[in-house]
């Protein structure tokens, strides 16, 4: 019965990101010329020439295009970082970075009090291995960053995978300029400045030097206009202008590069990710917007419009989404 209560509560973790096509119907936005690449990535060959499946993935959680081109796929078991050419040729494993064991999991709302989280880290239950793989994001430099949410850090790694900075205190949880409680995402501002939205347990988005140090913080838990119940996920422009996905109010509010707000756009879904485009576009999960949040279109179909968790986007168009059922999802522009 303990098991299966656990079990439970994380899928309730886990719903508004399963749940999102629901609560944000898409049937008026139109659809975009792209196309599904079906299987992507390729088998892997066993040693009978049989295939034999995808290697081991457990909850995809994120995507990234390294600068190489080469793509690189976040998930939650073993090896949690593996890395394919674009024609979704398998590489190998990559990097020297893992995850902590713990979980995110949700808080019954008749356990909390307003200003508290919806959510808290559970460690030392059976079950993925590296659970705390959250986010991969590549910088203008090269540089490949990864989130460890129940871990409490941020690392930034080079291209051949070792560990340069980290962000944050392994193993504490906290609210002061050192310590994160549940980060969830990082981005990178055009003046070099990197962005972290501290977001499972905390509820305010911080900033950092281009070498690391603490410059600041904004944002409080609430609904109203500068509030978070859940800041999951950040993209910056040109302008220096922070975007920044609120889950749990379905909607992404808009700050300027020190954090005044500017504004928000309501009712889009429980996102759970945003990507800039070269040309200042964001994706939105699946729906392609502009920098006012009016939708240009969406991606065929409604998986990763619903539920992708993390995606990249190409130099060439062609994104990539990261799904939290075990999968990732291709589109190619017609």
């Known amino acids: 019965m303990g098991s299966c209560r656990f079990i439970l509560i ?19 936005i139109q659809t975009l010329n792209y196309k599904l690449v079906p299987a992507w990535p390729k088998t892997l060959p066993g040693d009978k020439s049989l295939a034999s499946g995808a290697w081991n993935y457990w909850q995809v959680s994120s995507v990234a295009v390294a600068a190489n081109g080469n793509i690189l796929v976040l ?7 593996l890395e394919y050419r674009p024609d979704g ?37 059976g079950g ?17 960053w990864v989130v460890d949410a129940p871990g409490q850090v941020i690392m930034k790694l080079t291209l051949q995978g070792h560990i340069i900075m980290t962000l944050g205190t392994r193993g504490k949880a906290g609210m002061t300029p050192n ?24 509820a305010r988005v911080m900033r950092f030097s281009h ?70 576009h964001i994706w939105a999960g699946g729906v392609l917007r502009d920098l006012d ?10 998986g990763a419009n619903a539920r992708a968790h993390g995606a ?10 990261g799904l939290l059922s075990g999968v990732v999802e291709k589109f190619i522009p017609q």
């Open 293 to 302: 949040g009016k939708a240009m279109g969406r991606l065929p179909g409604e």
């Open 75 to 81: 998930h939650r078991g073993d090896h949690p970082i």
């Open 179 to 202: 310590t994160f409680y549940l980060p969830t995402d990082v981005a990178f501002a055009p003046n070099g400045e990197i962005v972290v939205s501290d977001g499972y347990g905390n």
């Open 128 to 144: 993925c291995s590296n659970c705390g793989a959250h986010e991969i994001r590549v910088d203008p430099e090269g540089n490949v």
């Open 89 to 125: 040729e398998f590489i190998g494993p990559w990097g020297d970075v893992t995850f902590s064991e713990g979980k995110v999991a949700a808080i019954s709302k008749a356990d909390r009090t307003a200003s508290m989280s919806g959510y808290q880290a559970t460690y030392g239950f």
């Open 211 to 280: 070498d690391g140090k603490y410059l600041g913080q904004f944002g409080e838990r609430g609904n109203g206009p500068g509030q978070f119940q859940l800041p999951h996920n950040v993209a910056i422009d040109r302008q220096g202008r922070i975007y920044v996905a609120d889950r749990d109010n379905q909607r992404v509010e808009v700050f300027d590069a020190t954090g005044k707000y500017l504004t928000e756009w309501d009712h889009v879904g429980s996102l759970s990710s945003l990507v800039m485009t070269r040309d200042q």
């Open 10 to 28: 994380v899928v309730c973790a886990l719903l508004p990101t399963l749940v999102s096509a629901q609560q944000a119907p898409q049937s008026d």
């Open 312 to 321: 990249a986007l190409a130099p060439n168009g062609e994104i990539y989404f």
